[in-house]
């Protein structure tokens, strides 16, 4: 085969698997994310009605990734270029997805009352080793 169109199969393949989707649920669930690529969580079906919190664990503490509250979403000032929050389907979306990116997510759901409804919790895994693998064996 023409080594350009090898290459060309290859990249079709890497920007195909650059959108990740995932389920978070209240066990961990593992969302794997391509380095670069965008990855849509989604926490609940619709979080209309809802106060979400969205915290992300570091070893030194944690920060609030979003929150919504009064149908107002609020993100943190290092995500906002990349990140958003759909109240309709209950999904987290970030893009440009950094390897730092990976780590223990977890988010309380409460009742429009403040009533805690559950938590969901997922673990984001970015993978990066995909485009520069394939390149790598041309
Ligand atoms: C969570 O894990 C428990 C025990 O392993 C299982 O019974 C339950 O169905 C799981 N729930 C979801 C939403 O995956
Ligand atoms: C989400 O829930 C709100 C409030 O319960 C409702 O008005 C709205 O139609 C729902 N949206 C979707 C997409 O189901
Ligand atoms: C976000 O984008 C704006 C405009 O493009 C830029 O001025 C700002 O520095 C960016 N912020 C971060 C945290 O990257
Ligand atoms: C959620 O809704 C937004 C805006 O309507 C849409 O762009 C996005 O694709 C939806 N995501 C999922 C996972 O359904
Ligand atoms: C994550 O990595 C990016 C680029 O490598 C850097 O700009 C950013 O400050 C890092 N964020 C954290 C929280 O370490």
Redesign the pocket.
């Known amino acids: 085969m023409d080594p350009a169109i090898l290459v060309l199969v290859m990249l079709a393949g890497v920007s195909h698997a650059a959108e990740t989707k995932c389920n978070a649920s209240p066990n961990m669930s593992l969302c794997s994310a391509n380095l670069g690529g965008s990855v849509s969580i989604q926490v609940m ?2 979080a ?2 809802h106060r979400l919190w969205c915290k992300r664990q570091f070893p030194t503490g944690s920060i609030t990734v979003f929150n919504l509250k009064k149908e107002r979403v609020t993100i943190h000032d290092s995500l906002k270029n990349r990140t958003e929050f759909f109240i ?2 209950g999904t987290l979306k970030i893009t440009h997805v950094e390897r730092n990116d990976s780590g223990v997510y977890n988010v309380e759901i409460f009742q429009h009352n403040g009533v805690l409804l559950r938590n969901v919790n997922f673990e984001l895994v970015v993978q990066g080793k995909c485009l520069s693998s394939s390149l790598f064996m041309l």
């Open positions: 079906n619709n209309s009605g309709n389907n």
